[in-house]
């Protein structure tokens, strides 16, 4: 070979190589991931570990585009668009409304929800899915159980103030966030109805759509002398749980929660499934999706598992001793 047929052949392969390294960049999926608060690692771990069992590392053979609307609903259309525009291979989306919004973007790529709301519905109501077992289309994910949590929350708080004070002498509080911005006539519908039906069991319900809006609800709690305090499920108090357990710890108010890491950050207590665990599950679900399967052949999962959680030291903090009967109840015990 003379020199100059070896610079054309060096050349040309020197040509071919960042060819050949963009075709392997393209033929790595890309997954969009919308959400509606701001990054949670905890969450986003729990993703990863499941998308690791399927076989899919981020960075190695799948690349996750992210897009975060902090709490400002409003631009979570064109957050959708953008991933659409993107050509992911699927939508991962955390919470009903972003799930709402993707499904909106698009009725071809496939999209998956964790949500706490119910994501049954017909489209005149905002549903996601037709039903759990069958959910059609392009969407299908992950809920918790819809069943109410409330009546069975309240009961634990009851048993552990035990003999101390009456039931009916007992005030207890009831924080929820009243922000429906984005959802579904259904999805509205429930909700009211979990805020009404907390106000008939006696609760005090103190509302709240921001971070400010929780230090006035726990202020409000305080001077109305409250004896206890409930926290619903929703992403923005999951968000704020630090700030949550500092208000509890410095009002000295015992607080039920609905997720277990509120009761890990500190809090008294909690009864509820796991946001980890649905998360651990979304993160399969979208290896499959990346395999080959198709969301309208992967069932709703219902995360039915419930766990107990009590925290001792902050109860100790609190002046409160544990009934044995709870005790023994528990899932885990942190002391």
């Known amino acids: 070979m003379n020199r100059r047929d070896f610079i054309m052949l060096f050349g040309g392969a020197a040509g071919a190589w960042p060819l050949a390294a963009r075709a392997q960049r393209l033929a790595i999926p890309v997954i969009g991931y919308l959400g509606s608060q701001s990054p949670d690692p905890d ?13 899919y590392f981020e960075g190695r053979n799948v690349e996750i585009e992210y897009r975060w609307a902090f709490n400002q609903y409003q631009r979570l259309p064109t957050l959708a668009d953008e991933l659409v525009q993107h050509r992911v291979a699927l939508i991962v989306t955390g919470g009903w409304i972003s799930a709402k919004a993707a499904k909106e973007a698009t009725p071809t790529i496939p999209i ?8 049954v519905g017909s489209p005149e109501e905002g549903g996601l899915v037709a039903s759990l077992n069958r959910p059609g289309g392009n969407v299908t994910g992950v809920t918790h159980d819809p069943g109410q949590l409330t009546q069975k929350r309240l009961e634990l708080l009851w048993e552990l ?4 004070k009456s039931r009916e002498h007992l005030k207890i509080g009831y924080l929820a966030n009243n922000d429906t911005t984005g959802l579904g006539p259904a999805q509205k519908g429930r909700t009211q109805d979990e805020h009404r039906m907390a106000a008939a069991l006696g609760l005090v319900v103190l509302y ?17 002398r409250l004896d206890a305090l409930l926290v619903t499920s929703d992403p923005l108090f999951f968000r704020q749980r630090a700030l949550i357990v500092a208000l509890a710890a410095r009002y000295a108010l015992p607080t039920n929660y609905r997720n277990r890491e509120f009761t890990d950050a500190g809090g008294l207590m909690s009864y509820g499934p796991s946001l980890p665990e649905s998360w651990r599950q979304i993160g399969r679900y979208a290896g499959r ?9 992967l069932p709703v ?3 039915r598992r419930l766990e107990l959680v009590i925290n001792l030291k902050t109860a100790k903090t609190l002046g409160l001793t544990v009934p044995v009967s709870l005790l023994v109840s528990a899932d885990q015990i942190i002391k």
Request: glycine share 10%; hydrophobic share 45%; aromatic share 8%.
């Open 112 to 119: 998956l929800f964790v949500s706490g709301l119910d994501p």
């Open 289 to 297: 999706v990346l395999k080959g399967a198709r969301p309208e052949d």
């Open 301 to 303: 999962l219902l995360q």
């Open 43 to 55: 969450l986003l771990a729990k993703f990863r570990e499941g998308l690791n069992e399927i076989g």
């Open 161 to 164: 103030f035990g003999d101390t």
């Open 208 to 224: 709240a759509r921001n971070e400010s809006d929780i230090e006035a609800a726990f202020a409000s709690a305080a001077r109305d």
